[in-house]
């Protein structure tokens, strides 16, 4: 299936965990220490849930083509590779187009000052690398399990979403740091 179908099938699925990941952080705004303005960190841990979401998303959805070729055989051992980068690219795709969109949103809702914008610069750079690493970790996971004799359709949820987390926490950390925003 062309990449941009499979864009176009996903994007509606990521645009509802972008709404419950920017409800989450609305949430997280009236928390005792992370309101807006306490510190950098603060204003930075409320848009975890929406990389840890849309990373979990994205790694699942790679892991089930992977797994489902498996158990149907429709994908021949010579053509796995083009089917793990083309999933691999729906992930970057995906982390470009939300990384983007959250970005703005976030620059906005924050109140659009200087800080403001830092803040989306490394939630949106955060988001493209966490969807793209997310992607990866997607295929890499059940072909691993799969080579060492693992079932992946009952090994490779747990491990995928552990390592996506993982990944996306410390991109968006080094995001932020990149942007001279939180800090050295």
């Known amino acids: 299936m062309p990449i941009a179908r499979r864009l176009a099938q996903r994007m ?75 999933e691999i690219a729906v992930g970057a795709l995906t982390g470009t187009i939300c990384g983007l969109a959250c970005a703005l949103f976030v620059g906005l809702a924050e109140g659009g000052a200087e800080h403001a ?21 997607g295929c890499a996971v059940p072909l691993s399990f799969r080579r060492f004799g693992v079932d992946p359709a009952i090994a490779a949820g747990p491990a995928l979403i552990v390592l996506s987390d993982v990944g996306a926490a410390a991109l968006l950390v080094l995001a932020a740091r990149s942007q001279s925003w939180l800090g050295s």
Do not use: K
Request: proline content about 5%.
């Open 12 to 86: 509606p699925l990521h645009a509802l965990t972008v709404v419950g990941g920017f409800v989450s952080a609305w949430v997280l705004r009236h928390a005792p220490g992370l309101e807006p303005g306490q510190s950098a960190g603060a204003d930075l841990l409320r848009y975890v849930p929406i990389l840890v979401g849309l990373g979990a998303n994205v790694g699942v959805q790679s892991s089930t083509i992977l797994v489902r070729a498996f158990a149907t055989g429709e994908i021949e051992r010579e053509r796995m590779p083009r089917v793990v980068a083309s």
């Open 117 to 137: 914008w830092r803040l989306a610069c490394a939630v949106g750079l955060a988001l493209q690398l966490a969807l793209t690493w997310a992607g990866c970790v």
